[in-house]
């Protein structure tokens, strides 16, 4: 739908404006398969089951994957495909980062697996922060157990 052009500015100028107008950021997923069955995880570059990026398009989020290490090429070519998918240009991404509806804030995996050794979800924010959340049920209950041990 293209807007009157208001008197006094041109069909050029109001491109301009648009051009540069700020994009509203977005979060991108990128949802990781177990390629040889395992997961990858590392938690200095914010790399687990689930990796969310902020940014204001797919492309900028598929070339700050790249960055933080995402592997588009890895892959187990005996059974399990890709670890990872490149996101096509016209991804939309999501307002808030959320896992199956809940936000990553509430999200608790319904269960551990071994080699995530911390959460099952990073943030990656532009402002470059890294978030990490949902501890799977039996680990969080663990835990409790363990602060709730006299010394």
Not at 77 to 102: I, T
Request: with cysteine.
């Amino acid at each position: 739908m293209s807007l009157p052009i208001p008197k006094g500015l041109s069909a050029m100028t109001l491109a301009l404006v648009d051009a540069i107008r700020p994009t509203p950021l977005r979060y991108f997923e990128f949802d990781q398969n177990n390629a040889g069955g395992r997961y990858w995880f590392d938690a200095e570059r914010g790399i687990s089951v689930r990796v969310f990026i902020q940014a204001a398009s797919a492309v900028e989020a598929n070339r700050r994957a790249l960055a933080i290490g995402i592997n588009f090429d890895d892959q187990c070519k005996s059974c399990c495909g890709y670890r990872w998918w490149e996101l096509g240009s016209d991804a939309p991404g999501r307002d808030r980062p959320e896992v199956y509806g809940v936000p990553v804030e509430d999200y608790v995996p319904d269960r551990p697996r071994r080699e995530i050794k911390g959460p099952h979800v990073y943030v990656h924010r532009l402002d470059g922060s890294i978030e990490g959340y949902g501890v799977p049920r039996q680990a969080a209950l663990g835990a409790q157990r363990t602060r709730a041990l006299p010394r």
